[in-house]
């Protein structure tokens, strides 16, 4: 069985991090996504909103491409990162 989509981060929220977010909003937003999105599939900006890149429709982009990685080689391109 492979599963074709993974809706987990698919959201029409848009976060924009920047200096002025606390650590606590910071916290809030990354448990947020941790709950609803599968690791392997989760972009960079996702794990780490530190880094203050916006995490908008672009992370949709990455979750294809890894999507797209997986149905030609039936290997996830980030196997371990089910371990973050």
């Known amino acids: 069985f492979i599963q074709l989509c993974d809706f987990g981060s698919a959201t029409t929220k848009v976060y924009l991090p920047d200096e002025t977010w606390s650590v606590k909003k910071r916290d809030y937003v990354e448990d947020e996504m941790t709950k609803v999105t599968t690791p ?44 973050l």
């Open 40 to 83: 392997m599939y989760r972009a960079p900006e996702m794990l780490d909103t530190y880094n203050n890149y916006p995490i908008n429709e672009q992370v949709d982009i990455w979750a294809l491409g890894c999507l797209l990685y997986y149905l030609c080689f039936i290997n996830h391109p980030f196997e371990d990162s089910a371990k």
